[in-house]
Every structure is written in structure tokens, then in C-alpha cells.
């Protein structure tokens, strides 16, 4: 069975740009979840959806967004890139409360 | 708020050598808690889940974890570490009725020959 798939693998973005990454979750999972892992530092939570709808969201800023789509995948968008936002983009996918699994994420530099 | 500790940045063990890494989580009901691995360039790995119950859990690789509810802590440990076990490893506690989980800053391991 394909694991959560994440795309691109990586990006180099420019200050005040805007980014989209993209999630497959597992094949039946509804919910996705999307973790910011800054170098150094363990993952932070950003959103989570579930049937599309969003069911929790973390402390960043409006500028983060993200959405589900009817085939349960997602997409995470972040406007007007900071260097701060340079990281590591983990999707996670549940078929059950708690039971997370990750994909290998998407690296974001933004110069 | 919710919080996990991992007060260990790094560790460096013998292969063969015993491990324990430590985690310390501040929750105010009862904790889900979780130890991932990562190695470098993927994603994180479950390797053992506490929800109830007994509170020794073996989990994969040959991991363990002891919930001390009078302690706070989640400690993971191997008996015997192999060289393949070198990596990140991440406490995480879970919150509410949905999927969000607070990571601790992660402890990597070194694996001596």
C-alpha cells in the first residue's frame, strides 16, 4: 500500500512569494493533518481537516492556509513567504483519532 | 498549555549498549503519547503508542516506553542498540478530540561502533 505522498520533494521560494505543497493521503484515510518542522526542532501543528472541513488549527499566522478536496487530499498554501517560514512541511493522514502516519515532507527555503 | 520535554539534545551510545531516552509531558487529563523516529531526509515513524492501560508498551525495533503518570514521564528504551538505530527521535503528546499532537525538540542519537 502507497504511504502519504508529498509534493515537491523540495522548493526554493523568494521572499513575498506565495507557496502551494500538496498531500496524498493514505487510500481510505479522511483526515490529513499539516506540521511545520523548523531545523532543529520538533514538528509543529498547523491544521487539521477532516471530510473537508477544518478541525483544528494551530498558532500561525493567516497567511497559512490550506484546504481538502473531495478525494481527501489537500493542499497547504502559505502567502507572502517569510525566511522564517523556511522548514520541513509534514502531512500526516488518520484513519483513527491519533493514529498519525507522516510523509516524508516537503523542504521550503525561501531565500 | 500542553508541553513535552526532552531534556536530552544529544546522545551517543555503543553498539550493543543499553538506551533510554527521556520525555517529560505537561497535559492536564490523561495523555496520549507517542515516540516517532525520524532519520535524516524523512518523515517520522511511530514506533510505540500509549493510550490506556498497561503502562509498559513495546513497540517496533525492539523499542519500549514506560508511562509514570506520578513522574510525568514517557521514557523510551532499547536493551541493545544497533548501529541502524541512529536517528532523531521525537516524544509527542495528543490533545482533544482531534489530531494534534505537541512534539518535544527530539534527542539523536549516535551509535557508536
Known amino acids: 500500500d502507497a504511504g502519504v505522498t508529498q509534493s515537491p520533494t523540495h522548493l526554493i521560494k523568494t521572499r513575498g512569494q506565495q507557496v502551494t505543497l500538496r498531500c496524498s493521503p493514505i487510500?481510505?484515510?479522511?483526515?490529513v493533518s499539516w506540521y511545520q518542522q523548523v531545523l532543529g526542532q520538533g514538528p509543529q501543528f498547523i491544521f487539521q481537516?477532516?471530510?473537508?472541513?477544518?478541525?483544528g488549527r494551530g498558532n500561525f499566522p493567516d497567511r497559512f492556509s490550506a484546504r481538502q478536496f473531495p478525494n481527501y487530499s489537500s493542499e497547504l498554501n502559505v502567502n507572502a513567504l517569510l525566511l522564517g517560514d523556511s522548514a520541513l512541511y509534514l502531512c500526516?493522514?488518520?484513519?483513527?483519532?491519533?493514529?498519525?502516519?507522516f510523509g516524508p515532507g516537503t523542504r521550503l527555503t525561501v531565500t | 498549555a500542553q508541553s513535552v520535554t526532552q531534556p536530552d539534545i544529544h546522545i551517543t551510545v555503543s553498539e550493543g549498549a543499553s538506551l533510554e531516552l527521556r520525555c517529560n509531558y505537561s497535559?492536564?487529563?490523561?495523555?496520549?503519547l507517542f515516540w516517532y523516529v525520524q532519520s535524516p531526509g524523512q518523515g517520522l515513524q511511530l514506533l510505540l503508542k500509549?493510550?490506556?492501560?498497561?503502562?509498559l508498551v513495546q513497540g517496533i525495533k525492539g523499542f519500549e516506553a514506560e508511562f509514570k503518570r506520578s513522574q510525568s514521564s514517557f521514557n523510551l528504551r532499547k536493551p541493545s542498540v544497533h548501529w541502524s538505530d541512529a536517528a532523531e527521535y521525537f516524544c509527542?503528546?495528543?490533545?482533544?478530540?482531534?489530531?494534534?499532537?505537541?512534539f518535544g525538540s527530539g534527542t539523536k542519537l549516535n551509535v557508536k561502533p
Open positions: 487510500s481510505g484515510h479522511k483526515s
Open positions: 500509549y493510550f490506556s492501560g498497561d503502562t
Open positions: 481537516y477532516y471530510e473537508k472541513e477544518e478541525r
Open positions: 497535559y492536564g487529563a490523561t495523555p496520549y
Open positions: 500526516a493522514s488518520s484513519l483513527s483519532l491519533y493514529e498519525q502516519y
Open positions: 509527542a503528546v495528543g490533545e482533544g478530540d482531534f489530531n494534534k499532537f505537541y
